[in-house]
């Protein structure tokens, strides 16, 4: 069966094969086959199809590629967000307060909220989403985290390298030892990803590189959390060791620049946390017009980043980041599949994956322009709709 969406006032494709950064198309037709895009084109063009959806003149993107987030937790720090606002600076310690939280929350407790931040995220148009364990930092814990994230996703990263938990508070060394041994062999099978908080207050490089290299022997792929916190060694560990992503990237060197600008790395940036913890906003124009490929996570997490809103984390990188809406939207489509690694997602071309998403707005400024406004009219997952 084939669905025509047709009168589509503005179409973002992020085709490279089309002109301009989003390869924008007018007046614009797309066609649903099988849970993939079978034609794009004009309007006037489009093949006849079984059933058709008038968009009305709106603008149409690929669903958002949310690449960061933590959505398996318990409990939540409000108090912590409050205190925060007073004045106190947010540190890496916090996350332990979940990790507590966690540990006493049940299977099926996790897996109804868990269920609530999906629905949450497809809501607001997010169609792929990468979520991490590292609220669990034992065997057992961190192994049921990334077995309920697999129900979900198949962008589940292993993060048991999150903090050094209590229990082996002046041990860090030998939790990592811990991370790299049974805990990897617990988590492996449910995961795609590793990653690591490579940070003052969290790991070292040293650490960091053991916990990367132990994932990459076992076949998963290589993410990063590094210079979130303060300047250090983590962007150019990410980039050596041949990370897809590195994450956070608030605080980074000319050197660092250069070297991810010298890479295949993806430079994942966070507006939420900035905004959430009063920290400064990394420079993204110097990011790209450096060359570095740059992406948008919301990085939905109890702490740092409460928020599953990709369309606010655009109108913050547009605000207070240097990115043109153009540049947003791609780093939030294309540049959250990049950093994924995935070539079927993150576009509107003929064999991706049929992930889509309707404003109610005729062009994608709109996501910048209207911030906080709920613009999503209808979200499309592998041809189904899933949202109104």
Not at 24 to 49: K, N
Not at 65 to 73: A, E, K, M, N
Not at 78 to 91: D, I, K, L, Q
Request: hydrophobic fraction near 45%; proline fraction near 4%; aromatic fraction near 6%.
């Amino acid at each position: 069966m084939t669905h025509l969406l047709t009168n589509i006032g503005q179409l973002v494709t992020n085709d490279p094969e089309r002109d301009g950064l989003l390869g924008l198309v007018e007046d614009a037709a797309v066609v649903l086959e099988d849970g993939r895009i079978a034609w794009v084109g004009a309007a006037a063009d489009a093949p006849a199809a079984d059933s058709r959806t008038d968009a009305g003149g709106t603008a149409i993107l690929p669903g958002y590629v949310d690449s960061h987030t933590h959505l398996v937790f318990g409990g939540d720090r409000a108090a912590e967000f409050e205190a925060r606002m007073e004045g106190r600076p947010y540190s890496a310690g916090g996350i332990r307060s979940t990790v507590s939280a966690t540990r006493d929350a049940t299977d099926a407790g996790l897996r109804a909220r868990l269920a609530g931040f999906v629905a949450e995220l497809q809501s607001q148009g997010t169609t792929t989403m990468e979520t991490k364990s590292g609220y669990g930092l034992s065997v057992a814990d961190e192994q049921r985290l990334v077995r309920l994230a697999a129900e979900v996703t198949p962008e589940v990263t292993f993060l048991g390298a999150h903090v050094v938990p209590a229990e082996f508070a002046d041990r860090a060394d030998e939790y990592v030892d811990l991370v790299t041994g049974p805990m990897l062999d617990a988590c492996a099978p449910f995961a795609r990803w590793i990653d690591v908080f490579c940070e003052t207050g969290a790991f070292t490089v040293d650490q960091s590189r053991r916990v990367l290299e132990a994932g990459a022997a076992r076949g998963l792929g290589i993410r990063v959390h590094a210079n979130q916190l303060g300047a250090g060694d983590g962007v150019r560990l990410a980039v050596a060791i041949g990370a897809a992503s590195v994450d956070h990237c608030t605080y980074l060197s000319d050197d660092d620049v250069a070297v991810l600008a010298a890479s295949d790395t993806v430079c994942t940036l966070l507006p939420g946390v900035e905004f959430s913890t009063r920290q400064p906003y990394p420079d993204a124009r110097r990011l790209i017009d450096a060359g570095v490929t740059v992406a948008l996570a919301s990085d939905c997490n109890p702490g740092s980043s409460f928020t599953s809103s990709m369309a606010f984390c655009i109108a913050v990188a547009v605000r207070d980041m240097g990115m043109t809406p153009a540049e947003a939207v791609w780093a939030a489509t294309a540049g959250g599949a990049a950093a994924l690694r995935r070539a079927d997602v993150g576009r509107i071309v003929p064999g991706a994956r049929a992930d889509l998403l309707q404003l109610r707005a005729p062009l994608i400024v709109h996501l910048a322009y209207r911030p906080g406004v709920p613009l999503v009219n209808r979200v499309w997952k592998d041809g189904a709709l899933i949202a109104v």
